[in-house]
Antibody, heavy 119, light 107 residues
Framework: QVHLQHWGAGLLNPSETLSLTCAVY????????WNWIRQPPGKALEWIGE???????TYNPSLESRVTISVDASKNQFSLRLSSVTAADTAVYYC?????????????WGQGALVTVSS | DVQLTQSPSFLSASVGDRVSITCRAS??????LGWYQQIPGKGPKLLIY???TLQSGVPSRFSGRGSGTEFTLTISTLQPEDFATYFC?????????FGQGTRLDNK
């Protein structure tokens, strides 16, 4: 069974770069889209972007100027970088697998990582 | 962006009840809709994909219907473990968007 586990810095100062990595256990990166999603406190989920195993990316236009998603197939991992963070980027960040056989629905998800931006 | 509006935002029910949650899309999305369950402290869990297909391992008391702009998630007989937050997601258009969530509480 595929399992996602992610890690990264939980506390950032404004203007720093958020960096998270998601490792995929029990399955391959091939044939799926790998997504990052976030949920600010008390707000709805927001899709950040996705990467296909060959490295093709699609980003949410609202974040595109600050987002980079990359993949490391040798380590079965993918990563998120979000530059110039502000307090508005405080959220629980999730990684998730998108499966085209299910119209791209997300399954499974990682456990979530709270990232706080504060000076 | 496709806006998804869930109703109600909060729902109070009891074990054994039948409950339904509606998700309305701001434009037609065919059947490219998923439903998820979120329990505090855990990553969301996929319940339904393609609007009406039950994900493997999900109890049959969960069902989904709809197409175009209006969709419904129904739990036929509430169990104690079903009290959680539920949200819909559209996958027809980029950016992929989510509903604001429906919190289901034990009455």
């Amino acid at each position: 069974q595929v399992h996602l586990q992610h890690w990264g810095a939980g506390l950032l100062n404004p203007s720093e770069t958020l960096s998270l990595t998601c490792a995929v256990y029990g399955g391959s990166l091939s044939g799926y889209y790998w997504n990052w999603i976030r949920q600010p406190p008390g707000k709805a989920l927001e899709w950040i972007g996705e990467i296909e195993h060959r490295g093709y990316t699609t980003y949410n236009p609202s974040l595109e100027s600050r987002v980079t998603i990359s993949v490391d197939a040798s380590k079965n991992q993918f990563s998120l970088r979000l530059s110039s963070v502000t307090a508005a980027d405080t959220a629980v960040y999730y990684c998730a697998r998108g499966d085209l056989t299910m119209s791209g629905s997300f399954d499974p998800w990682g456990q979530g990582a709270l990232v706080t931006v504060s000076s | 962006d496709v806006q998804l509006t869930q109703s109600p935002s909060f729902l109070s029910a009891s074990v054994g009840d039948r409950v339904s949650i509606t998700c309305r899309a701001s434009q037609g999305i065919g059947a490219s809709l998923g439903w998820y369950q979120q329990i505090p402290g855990k990553g969301p869990k996929l319940l339904i994909y393609d609007a009406s297909t039950l994900q493997s391992g999900v109890p049959s008391r969960f069902s989904g219907r709809g197409s175009g702009t209006e969709f419904t998630l129904t739990i036929s007989t509430l169990q104690p473990e079903d009290f959680a937050t539920y949200f819909c997601q559209q996958l027809a258009f980029y950016p992929k968007t989510f509903g604001q969530g429906t919190r289901l509480d034990n009455k």
